[in-house]
């Protein structure tokens, strides 16, 4: 299936820009991009880095006066892991502007919330989560109808998909960052021995009955920035739906362990802002999860807020860039969560991020999450540089810290580095 969409794009690319060159103006963009990691501590059973390769191609050109359309097309090689190689059409939409009016088409990404990289209020699009901390232009796009209607500094936003699609999550026994949830099961019920079962996931059916839609309302009043918006789908993580925990001797020293997930419908209430105050730089957002079964997941409400600063001259021209967030996630009835449910990873947690620039064509990052209750901590550190015009080369290092029992000990192993080189056109 994938390959017929890329025939049909490489079709329709060529149709438009050989067939009507005399009269359709387009435009190709896009980037290329080497990616290399390397862990410290290697496993024979796990796939011990990454070399990967990434071409992007994106093709944008008006049909008509009144319609455009505009494609972006993803090839990725790993030698390294195979089951992340795919060629993948990241968006393929129509997309038609009018006086107050936008309205898109097609397979598309949707970005909503105004705090950096936790974001409660956007639900819309799954992640590829197969590396838990490499996830930027990891969104997946999903066939919507997308309309944005302006009334003067007021923008309402309609959305409708016909469809579910999960998160990727790295679920493959050699993937370094697989949590064997039976094991962890079996630790917290002191269970010496145990016979695992996943039962049959519990999906929705992937037709007109998955439909999730939402509303977005914004506004800029003096400078402050604010949205509301609503959200009735699919949760794109799966949560423990069914969790049994049985004997299956006289002697009580084996049992059986049985586990299903679910993935449920939940709607989600939501709002975030964004201003200034004198130097500082104020955002924030926070939801309401309202899930459909209390049974799999109970209501709760998570927040984000947090506060930049960007210091010049701090040495010599150079200027450093502060940035902190407080994610906190309220429970009803105080309910506590597992430390590795990845619906509710953050629930008391600080970030930071620091970035000095070094003149006009480099920078140093620090960058990290620390989660208050459990002690727990990942931090990265790098360098990225504007080596010529249009190539960027980056070099981080992760490293992770805390106990066994917490989300981020449970990667104590995997502090990495990473390079990449990426030329964009």
């Known amino acids: 299936m994938r390959r017929v969409n890329i025939i049909i794009l490489l079709v329709l690319i060529a149709r438009l ?13 896009g980037f290329m991009e080497f990616d290399n990691i390397s862990y410290f501590d290697n496993f024979d059973s796990k796939i011990n880095g990454r070399n990967q390769t990434i071409f992007q191609l994106k093709f944008e050109a008006p049909l008509h006066k009144q319609i455009f359309f505009l494609s972006s097309v993803e090839l990725r ?30 397979k598309q ?19 590829d989560y197969s590396d838990l901390m490499d996830t930027d232009d990891e969104t997946i796009g999903l066939l919507a109808f997308n309309a944005k209607l302006f009334l003067k500094d007021w923008s309402i936003q309609a959305l409708v998909s016909p469809m579910f699609q999960s998160d990727v999550l790295p679920v493959s026994i050699d993937s370094r960052w697989n949590v064997d949830v039976f094991n962890l099961l079996a630790n917290d019920n002191q269970i010496p021995n145990y016979i695992p079962v996943y ?29 509301i918006n609503y959200y009735n789908g699919y949760n794109h993580i799966p949560a423990a739906n069914k969790l049994e925990i049985l004997p299956i001797n006289a002697n009580m020293d084996t049992f059986q362990i049985s586990l299903q997930q679910s993935y449920h419908k939940m709607q989600v209430v939501g709002f975030g802002f964004a201003t200034s105050l004198g130097k500082l730089g104020l955002r924030g957002e926070g939801a309401y999860f309202m899930p459909e079964d209390i049974l799999i997941d109970n209501p709760y409400f998570q927040y984000v807020v947090g506060v930049d600063k960007n210091i010049s001259n701090i040495i010599g021209s150079n200027n450093l860039l502060v940035l902190l967030q ?31 620039e070094l003149g006009f064509t ?18 990265r ?26 989300f981020f000990g449970l990667f104590n192993n995997n502090d990495r580095i990473q390079f990449k080189l990426k030329y964009s056109f």
């Open 381 to 406: 550190s790098g360098l990225e540089m504007n080596v010529f015009d249009g190539i960027n080369f980056t070099i981080y290092y992760d490293m992770f810290e805390g106990k066994s029992t917490s």
């Open 17 to 29: 820009g050989l067939a009507q060159a005399n009269t359709i103006n387009y435009e190709l963009s």
């Open 199 to 227: 039962l049959p996931e519990n999906s929705p059916e992937n037709d007109i009955r998955a439909t999730q839609f939402g509303f977005n309302i914004s506004n800029s009043i003096k400078g402050f920035d604010f949205e």
């Open 77 to 106: 090689e790993d030698l390294n892991d195979e089951k992340r190689r795919r060629i993948i059409l990241d968006e393929c939409y129509f997309k038609l502007p009018f006086k107050h009016l936008n309205l898109q088409i097609g």
């Open 109 to 127: 990404i949707i970005s909503w919330g105004k705090t950096d990289g936790i974001n409660p209020t956007n639900n819309f699009n799954p992640v």
């Open 326 to 356: 407080w994610i906190h996630e309220i429970t009803e009835d105080n309910i506590s969560y597992s430390y590795y449910d990845f619906n509710h990873l953050f629930q008391k947690s600080l970030m930071a991020r620091l970035e000095f």
């Open 362 to 379: 480099s920078k140093i990052i620090l960058q990290g999450i620390y989660n208050v209750d459990n002690e727990d901590c990942y931090i």
